[in-house]
Structures are given as structure tokens and as C-alpha cells.
């Protein structure tokens, strides 16, 4: 059951929303990140504070709190909008902890499934965003933000190895620190019945402590759309490497719903380099049904084994996968509802759900 309820004082909004969710499928759960007798621990839900007018400048205020059954995201955004030649800024802090599944899971039932081997990652960071759109198709995004990250256990304490010894972060003691600058571009266009999209991503670990991640992070997104006939065809290529230093966290994850369906989340492999194809038929059927077909592959190119530690080897994944099935769309007036079903290498079967909603 939950609640909902929404408050305006003047031009502020507060959005309050809990659910209070038991669970069903124990199986599919991972443990509580923290081991609590109360309550408390099987609440989910959104608490959200929004200013669209902080200083009369139409500067934007935006804090949340996201609470799920094994993590936690709290963020704190101001934004001063784009005026003349100024280009749009932002400060944001956040915190956030999450189950490290994707890199330290062990996969499961035929791959279809990660489970946890105990590991969860609390991060902080604080950051400033330069963005600014070149053209209507360009936009351009600097970034730069101060991170700490530190490996804990699923009782909260801070721990620097794995179950097999082996270091969680790339200084060996409980903590990494890093300064990152990152550059995003990104460029899309529509023309009649097709579509564009390509996404580049650029971040450099800077030098500013000696004990600092240096490294070089690149990632792409490539997607195209068209039209044939009463059908539509949707196909995208995502890549990725990495060089210099490297915590076993910052690896490239493939497999899971938005890699390769009908594995786990990383179950297929996590490396230094990474390329993902995911192709997809859409079949109208009725005004809001519409059918889909579609085929994933990922790999990672080799590089597992340049992962410090090789969590992937021990854990015993390919490093290559293949998943295909079918769906279906239900477009409704809230979003877009969504229901797979994929196979994997193994001829294991997975079903994923899910709902695409509207911007607010």
C-alpha cells in the first residue's frame, strides 16, 4: 500500500510519496543492505523537494531522497538557467549506496540471474555542470566533481576485500578519492519517419592528490530509427574502454535489462572495454498494443583480465552473450507499459516489466 500527497507553499512544491512493500518473490531479492528488526527496512519510496524559483531568477531547486529495499539515492541539484551568453550551470551533490551486483555478482540459474556476494558501494560526490546547446541537434555538457567511493558490507561497514581477498578499490585501502572532469556531446535528429541519436562521453581522472585515480574513460551511444512499411526498427551499438588507473568498480557491465536481455545484471562479463548491439522490430497490432521482436549481443572484447582481481573470471562469466524474444507495448496515457520475454545462450528464459513514463 502507499501514499501520496503534494504540497505547495507559494511557489514551492513538495512531492511526498511511500509505499510500503513486502516481499513476495524473496528469491528475486537481494538481503537488506542493513540487517533491521524494525520496519523501516521494508519501506520504499520517493521524497521529493522542487523551487522553480529559488532567487527570483528562475534558479531551480531540486532535492530527493529515493529509498529501495537494498539502496538509497539522496540528490541535491541547483540550477541557474541559460541567460545571453551565459550557459546553463548546476551544483550537485550526491549521495547514493547500491548493491555492487554488476561487476562482484555471481550469476545464477543459467545466467538469468546475479546473486550477492555481499558488496555494496557508498558513494559521495559534489560536482559542477557547464551545459549548453551549439545548435538545436548539438548539446554539450562539462562536468567536474570530487568522489568518494567506499566499499561496505551488507551491515554497513567498511570492508577492502572481496570473499576471495581480493582489493575492492584500486588504492587497497577502504576508500578511492578521484577528481573527474567529463565531457558529454550529444547530437539528434528527427526526419520524417527515422531517427538519430549519437551520445559521446569523455572523463579524465585529474592529479590534484597524489593518491588520486588518473585514468581516461570513453563511452558511446549510437542509435538509429526507421520506418519499414507498417513497422518500425530501432537498432543501437554502445561502446567503451578505459585506460590508466582502475578500481574494479569502474569496469564495463554487460548483460541485464538495457545490455543484453535474458541475463542477470553483468552476468555476461565486465571489462575494460565493452561493445553492446541491441536491435529491435516494433509490430503495431492496435491503436495502443504493439508487438516487438528483438536481438542483443555483448561482449567485452577480451578484457576481463585487465580488471584488477578478474572479478569476472572468478565468477565465472563468458565475456559473450546473445539474447533474443519478443514482447509487447501497451501505450496508456501515464507511459508506455512493457513486457519482455528473452532467452539466453543457455535457452534460459527471462520476463522483465516495466513502465516508461511521461517527463513531469
Not at 562479463?269 to 553492446?276: D, E, K, N, P
Amino acid at each position: 500500500m502507499g501514499a501520496q500527497q503534494s504540497i505547495q507553499a507559494g511557489k514551492a512544491r513538495i512531492d511526498f510519496n511511500v509505499d510500503l512493500t513486502q516481499m513476495l518473490c524473496e528469491t528475486f531479492l537481494l538481503p537488506p543492505l542493513r540487517s533491521a528488526d524494525g520496519g523501516f527496512s521494508q519501506v520504499i519510496g520517493r521524497l521529493s523537494l522542487k523551487h522553480p524559483n529559488l532567487f527570483g531568477g528562475s534558479e531551480k531547486l531540486d532535492v530527493s531522497w529515493d529509498k529501495g529495499l537494498n539502496d538509497s539515492h539522496i540528490i541535491i541539484a541547483f540550477r541557474r538557467p541559460q541567460f545571453g551568453l551565459f550557459s546553463q550551470q548546476s551544483s550537485v551533490f550526491k549521495h547514493s549506496v547500491t548493491p555492487e551486483i554488476a561487476v562482484h555478482g555471481s550469476p545464477v540459474d543459467n545466467f538469468t540471474r546475479s546473486g550477492s556476494r555481499g558488496i555494496n558501494l557508498c558513494r559521495f560526490s559534489l560536482g559542477f555542470d557547464i551545459g549548453e546547446s551549439i545548435t538545436p541537434n548539438w548539446s554539450n555538457t562539462t562536468t567536474i566533481k570530487f568522489e568518494h567511493i567506499k566499499p561496505i558490507n551488507n551491515e554497513g561497514r567498511s570492508i577492502r576485500s572481496d570473499v576471495d581477498g581480493f582489493p575492492l578499490t584500486h588504492s587497497g585501502s577502504l576508500h578511492d578519492n578521484m577528481v573527474v572532469l567529463k565531457q558529454e556531446s550529444e547530437y539528434a535528429t528527427t526526419e520524417g519517419d527515422t531517427f538519430s541519436r549519437v551520445k559521446f562521453q569523455m572523463e579524465q581522472g585529474l592529479p590534484v592528490l597524489p593518491k588520486f585515480l588518473i585514468f581516461n574513460r570513453f563511452k558511446f551511444t549510437a542509435s538509429k530509427g526507421l520506418k519499414l512499411g507498417p513497422t518500425f526498427l530501432v537498432a543501437s551499438l554502445t561502446g567503451g574502454s578505459m585506460v590508466g588507473d582502475m578500481a574494479p568498480y569502474q569496469a564495463f557491465t554487460i548483460g541485464g535489462l538495457g545490455s543484453v536481455r535474458g541475463y542477470g545484471e553483468g552476468a555476461v562479463g565486465s571489462g575494460r572495454s565493452c561493445l553492446v548491439a541491441n536491435s529491435e522490430l516494433i509490430i503495431p497490432v492496435t491503436k495502443n498494443f504493439d508487438g516487438s521482436l528483438f536481438v542483443d549481443c555483448g561482449t567485452d572484447l577480451g578484457s576481463a583480465r585487465y580488471v584488477p582481481g578478474n572479478p569476472a573470471l572468478r565468477n565465472g562469466k563468458p565475456g559473450f552473450g546473445v539474447g533474443l524474444g519478443y514482447g509487447i507495448r501497451f501505450n496508456s496515457h501515464v507511459g508506455q507499459w512493457r513486457l519482455d520475454y528473452a532467452i539466453n545462450a543457455f535457452q534460459r528464459k527471462t520476463i522483465y516489466f516495466g513502465i516508461n513514463c511521461g517527463g513531469a
